[in-house]
């Protein structure tokens, strides 16, 4: 009897143990972001223009047996905090979830605030339902990338929690590969490169011609690229050194194609030298010679241009009526654009594509004095166009719709007021 009692007690205490470890092996690890579990840096509205207060890009953030890393993209990943209290994730680049060795993550369950969820799944063994919320799957590391939204107004992804539930790896588990970097000496080198490569692009004297809220342009001595990823630099810094850069471009048509530089998993300025110099010489170019896809992210200054806005936009014109579009995107002009309607300037800028249409986001307008009428067409052309007093064709356009000055139709002069 007392044997019996004691081998049922030691069969209960193995039960026991068996249990607790099918427990175990399952665990659920939390990320509450709106509560701030793990006591993270967050900024406020009265933060706005410090670009680094809650930003957790550089970080290790460990809950339970998941390791949480963060890469930049168009966009910064920061903690925020509204006016109203609620607090979240924004997620503007790419954020990586890996377990511990030995262990494999089957789920994650994400909060969001709003709806705002933009996030994708890169490769590998496992599924995101995105009207739910949900990824399920099997694997070491898997990494949601919020970039494909990161080009619009207002896409962020904000995350209220984030539960990674993780078991025992096992035969099946999905390991990632290795990245593979091609090595680059020069921007033009890159630009060759097949979109979707990682490579390590080296700078020289590269300088930085623009920064707005997709990014930044950066221009060496071979050609220029566009740079969605945010390195925290300025308009007029020179760039030196190794940066990791995925090859991406943007489709806007099948005319119109801009090559991109997009944030990688090694992107940081870590080998990378960036000193200010506030004299960045413009290519100087001929207004015609202006729309051509081989001139985008270049810093290019055309003179002797008149201003137009036909309707709600700026413009400068072609000889032959493509219009230009002026946005100042990057709002460093300190400048207000209505006030060169009708004149004749010089514009300094960052030559680009705006939605629908070839554009210049300026760094500088200075208005020029007009140019001798003889540039126009000669005296008794009658084709019916419309010129500026420059010699730009503004077509066959009713007189009356156009801004106040000088135009030159059917050889004479005409003044609207």
């Known amino acids: 009897m007392k044997i019996s009692t004691k081998l049922s007690a030691l069969a209960l205490l193995a039960g026991a143990m068996m249990s607790f470890t099918a427990q175990a092996?399952?665990?659920?690890?939390?990320?509450?972001?709106?509560?701030?579990?793990?006591?993270?840096?967050?900024?406020?509205?009265?933060?706005?223009?410090?670009?680094?207060?809650?930003?957790?890009?550089?970080?290790?953030?460990?809950?339970?047996?998941?390791?949480?890393?963060?890469?930049?993209?168009?966009?910064v990943n920061r903690m925020w905090r509204t006016n109203g209290g609620v607090q979240y994730l924004q997620v503007g680049g790419k954020i990586t979830l890996?377990?511990?060795?030995?262990?494999?993550?089957?789920?994650?369950?994400?909060?969001?605030?709003?709806?705002?969820?933009?996030?994708?799944?890169?490769?590998?063994?496992?599924?995101?339902?995105?009207?739910?919320?949900?990824?399920?799957?099997?694997?070491?590391?898997?990494?949601?990338?919020?970039?494909?939204?990161?080009?619009?107004y207002n896409t962020q992804s904000l995350l209220l929690t984030m539960t990674v539930t993780t078991d025992d790896a096992d035969a099946n588990t999905y390991t990632p590969s290795e990245t593979t970097y091609a090595e680059c000496a020069n921007i033009a080198e890159f630009l060759a490169l097949e979109?979707?490569?990682?490579?390590?692009?080296?700078?020289?004297?590269?300088q930085v011609n623009g920064a707005y809220w997709g990014g930044i342009f950066v221009?060496?001595?071979?050609?220029?690229?566009?740079?969605?990823?945010?390195?925290?630099?300025?308009?007029?810094?020179?760039?030196?050194?190794?940066?990791?850069?995925?090859?991406?471009?943007?489709?806007?048509?099948?005319?119109?194609?801009?090559?991109?530089?997009?944030?990688?998993?090694?992107?940081?300025?870590?080998?990378?030298?960036?000193?200010?110099?506030?004299?960045?010489?413009?290519?100087?170019?001929?207004?015609?010679?202006?729309p051509s896809n081989d001139n985008f992210s270049r810093l290019v200054k055309v003179e002797n241009v008149t201003v137009t806005k036909p309707s709600r936009f700026y413009f400068i014109t072609t000889s032959d009526g493509e219009n230009i579009q002026l946005i100042d995107q990057m709002n460093v002009g300190g400048y207000d654009l209505e006030s060169f309607v009708g004149k004749t300037v010089d514009v300094t800028g960052v030559f680009t594509w705006n939605m629908t249409r070839f554009a210049i986001f300026p760094t500088e307008v200075v208005e020029t004095e007009a140019t001798a009428v003889a540039h126009v067409k000669a005296a008794g052309q009658t084709?019916?166009?419309?010129?500026?007093?420059?010699?730009?064709?503004?077509?066959?356009?009713?007189l009356s719709t156009l801004?106040?000055?000088?135009?030159?139709?059917?050889?004479?002069?005409?003044?609207?007021?």
């Open 383 to 398: 084709d019916g166009n419309v010129y500026t007093i420059t010699g730009i064709n503004l077509g066959k356009v009713d």
């Open 25 to 75: 092996e399952t665990q659920e690890n939390l990320y509450d972001f709106a509560n701030n579990n793990l006591n993270l840096e967050v900024a406020t509205p009265a933060d706005w223009e410090d670009a680094t207060k809650g930003v957790i890009s550089g970080q290790e953030i460990r809950q339970g047996d998941v390791v949480l890393t963060a890469i930049d993209g168009a966009k």
């Open 219 to 290: 221009e060496d001595a071979t050609g220029a690229v566009q740079v969605t990823a945010n390195i925290n630099v300025n308009r007029n810094d020179v760039l030196n050194g190794v940066i990791c850069l995925t090859r991406d471009q943007d489709d806007f048509d099948a005319d119109h194609i801009i090559p991109c530089a997009a944030s990688d998993a090694l992107t940081s300025l870590d080998e990378v030298t960036v000193t200010s110099d506030n004299t960045l010489v413009p290519t100087i170019m001929a207004i015609d010679a202006l």
């Open 195 to 206: 979109v979707g490569t990682p490579a390590r692009l080296t700078l020289t004297d590269a």
């Open 403 to 417: 801004p106040a000055g000088l135009y030159i139709r059917d050889g004479k002069k005409h003044l609207v007021r």
């Open 98 to 152: 890996k377990a511990d060795e030995g262990r494999a993550i089957k789920s994650v369950n994400f909060g969001v605030q709003n709806y705002k969820f933009y996030l994708e799944a890169q490769a590998g063994n496992g599924s995101l339902d995105a009207d739910n919320y949900v990824w399920t799957g099997n694997a070491t590391a898997i990494t949601f990338d919020n970039e494909n939204a990161a080009n619009e």
